[in-house]
């Protein structure tokens, strides 16, 4: 079978495409070339432009618990979001990526701080954010890695690679490793099927990862911690 137009036969052309954010393998756009150089805290503290939302929730590298969640540039920036949506409720998805953002999780005091100043109850926010499996309920490491073991992932071994992340980290599921870099998570399904096995450590996707890639892929993370 030709590729159309081209009269090149479709096993003739190169595999080049591993993952565009993949850490192995030749791909054309380098990585910083698509996430910036830096993968977390890029967000100004204000938010810049008031229709400006992260998608998702975000993390600082350097995560305060305590940090005041409305004040200064924060506070400036909790106005633009409250500015964007008639009813207040609306804006609990986007505050609470801020208070996670800057405190690095949603605690159970940081769910009655944002719901008192949107008028809403303890029980509804924390409805909210027990249903989204990307607010971290307790505090994490500088990076959160995150290892997919759903089905297409578990076929390339998922499961190794998790279990190679536990070990090289010395930390069991969910824990954080004491020099506090590195918290290891199972999840389900990041989208990443194609290149298997899939790891997200913050922001940042990891595709094609296998054992042998881990000792490196850690190695890089305490370099750029340094
Ligand atoms: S099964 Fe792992 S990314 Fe979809």
């Known amino acids: 079978m030709s590729d159309a137009g081209t009269g090149t036969r479709r096993s003739e052309i190169p595999f080049r495409n591993p993952g565009w954010a993949g850490n192995t393998g030749e791909f054309d756009l380098r990585e910083e070339e ?3 150089e830096d993968y977390v805290g890029a967000i100004p503290a204000d938010g810049g432009h008031p229709g400006a939302s992260p998608a998702r929730p975000y993390m600082l590298p350097d995560k305060d618990p305590s940090a005041p969640l409305f004040e200064g540039l924060y506070e400036e920036r909790a106005q633009k979001i409250l500015g964007r949506y008639p009813e207040s409720r609306a804006a609990l998805i986007p505050l609470l990526n801020m208070a996670q953002e800057l405190r690095g999780h949603v605690s159970d005091e940081t769910m009655r701080e944002v719901g008192e100043r949107l008028g809403l109850s303890l029980a509804y926010v924390r409805g909210v954010v027990s249903f989204y ?10 990076f959160l890695i995150q290892v997919c073991t759903n089905i297409s992932c ?3 071994g998922g499961d ?4 190679a992340f536990l070990e090289q980290t010395g930390t069991e599921l969910g824990e954080t490793s004491q020099d506090g870099l590195f918290t290891v998570m199972e999840v389900e399904c990041l989208a990443a099927c194609g290149f298997a096995t899939a790891v997200q450590i913050n922001s940042r996707y990891f595709e094609n990862v296998s054992v042998d890639g881990v000792p490196d892929i850690l190695s890089r993370l305490r370099s750029e911690a340094a």
């Open 160 to 163: 190794e690679v998790l279990a």
């Open 133 to 142: 499996t990307m607010y971290n309920k307790r505090p994490v490491g500088r």
């Open 34 to 36: 698509v996430r910036g």
């Open 154 to 156: 578990n076929l390339c």
